[in-house]
């Protein structure tokens, strides 16, 4: 997972402490409410420049910290692959 990607989400979860946020860390479990999680979609949104898919918005994206960073790395990929248009 990207460390500006970490820094971001650990933010968000009030129950994370101390503790070191690993790919299958359950951010429910860590404090990641539903109101929370509409905050964090749109600070990744602006932190990476990126606009994640409407179908990837839901409970399996945002379940732990590695589905929601392969959701975000992967339309990262997609839009460093796009042809320039500039």
Known sequence: MDPRFVELL???LRFLGGREL?????????GLD???AVELLFAIEDAFEVTLPEEA??????????SLW????????G???APDLA
């Open 10 to 12: 650990a933010t968000y």
């Open 22 to 30: 690993t790919p299958g860390s359950a951010l429910r479990d860590l």
């Open 34 to 36: 539903s109101m929370q």
């Open 57 to 66: 918005l839901n409970d399996t994206t945002f379940a732990t910290a590695g």
């Open 70 to 77: 392969a959701t975000v790395s992967s339309v990262i990929d």
């Open 79 to 81: 839009q460093s692959l």
